[in-house]
């Protein structure tokens, strides 16, 4: 199922027999001596897909701004996010949090499809080195400064020796 999921598979599986039966899930967290968190999304994707909650899904599904935002938009107008992600066909409520927060963090941008992999360099925009004499001006610049910064020093600390 989830790599990242704290709990077991025979959790999981015992979760779902529970919420089937109708419990809870802070009774079935609780009964299970488990996190309650873990338990809770768990207990939303059971909510939107049933029996096949403890069935991975065999590809990620990539949706469409106009899709995300639409859903953004309803979700925001009030529509409860269990529903509205079974409506959907999400696999999760919490995709829809997360598609809101993109949204309200960086307005529509944030939910456009983000190009894949490293960003490619243009070899007219990288850096060209220096010229000597500009980075020797510089240097010269730098040591200057330092200089006087310890000849202050000098002077504060024959100041207090007095």
């Known amino acids: 199922m989830h790599r990242r999921s704290s709990l077991s598979q025979e959790q999981r599986e015992a979760a779902v027999a529970l919420f089937e039966t109708g419990w809870g899930a802070w009774a079935v967290a609780t009964r299970l001596a488990v996190g ?3 338990i809770k999304r768990l207990y939303d994707r059971w909510r939107i ?6 069935i991975a899904k065999p590809t990620r599904p990539v949706y ?3 899709f995300k935002l639409d859903a953004v938009q309803r979700y925001r107008a009030g529509e409860p996010r269990v ?5 959907l066909g999400l ?10 927060r993109q949204y309200r963090t960086e307005g529509e941008d944030g939910l456009r499809p983000k190009p894949k992999g490293r960003p490619k360099t243009n070899p007219a925009t990288t850096s060209k080195p220096e010229p000597e004499l500009q980075r020797l001006r510089r240097e010269n610049e730098r040591l200057r400064a330092e200089v006087a910064f310890l000849g202050k020093v000098q002077a504060l ?5 007095r």
Do not use: N
């Not at 600390?157 to 020796?161: L, Q, S």
């Open 83 to 87: 529903a509205l992600a079974k409506e």
């Open 91 to 100: 696999s999760s409520p919490l995709m829809l949090e997360k598609w809101a």
């Open 157 to 161: 600390r024959d100041e207090e020796r």
């Open 64 to 66: 469409s701004f106009q």
């Open 36 to 38: 309650r968190g873990a």
């Open 49 to 54: 897909r049933g029996g096949t909650t403890l």
